[in-house]
């Protein structure tokens, strides 16, 4: 694709600019800001809507008992049992039994703060089960270590 070919459809970048790749005058590929292309804008769309159902899904489940908030979070983030570990420097088998709700209970603090640290919230309303409001796409915070 030629620079003057790369498209600019408005997207889920609302506004915002991705980069693509395109030939230049002189045949080498060059970085181009886009706004978007259409395929890819209603591809994303897709993926949030199951996105959003999913942690729809998640928070009926934390309602009920059956999962901690922990289980939230990590279906608003995209995460499985091993990322989530991995960020927060925890076995997995930890952070599957942290996501039931008789273990999340029993958290100490330090721990607690790891996983509040990670997903931008403070430790004493993840523990009392504080469901923020989704954002999208939402931002995570790199815990130090």
């Known amino acids: 694709m030629k620079i003057s070919e790369v498209p600019n459809d408005t997207g889920i970048t609302e506004g915002g600019r991705e980069i693509r790749?395109?030939?230049?005058?002189?045949?080498?590929?060059?970085p181009v800001g886009s706004t978007g292309w259409e395929?890819?804008?209603?591809?994303?769309?897709?993926?949030?809507?199951k996105i959003q159902q999913e942690v729809a899904a998640m928070t009926i489940a934390i309602k009920n008992g059956r999962f901690s908030p922990l289980a939230y979070y990590m279906a608003l983030n995209q995460m499985d049992?091993?990322?989530?570990?991995?960020?927060?420097?925890?076995s997995r088998w930890r952070v599957r039994l942290h996501l039931k709700p008789f273990f999340f209970?029993?958290?100490?603090?330090?721990t607690l703060?790891?996983?509040?640290?990670?997903?931008?919230?403070s430790p004493d309303d993840?523990?009392?089960?504080?469901?923020?409001?989704?954002?999208y796409p939402p931002i995570l915070t790199e815990p130090s270590r």
């Open 21 to 30: 790749y395109a030939v230049d005058e002189a045949g080498r590929y060059s």
């Open 39 to 49: 395929p890819v804008n209603i591809a994303n769309s897709l993926a949030w809507e």
């Open 81 to 90: 049992a091993a990322l989530l570990a991995g960020y927060v420097g925890i």
């Open 105 to 110: 209970r029993r958290l100490n603090d330090k």
């Open 113 to 121: 703060a790891r996983y509040a640290t990670l997903f931008n919230i």
């Open 126 to 135: 993840l523990r009392r089960g504080k469901l923020l409001p989704p954002s």
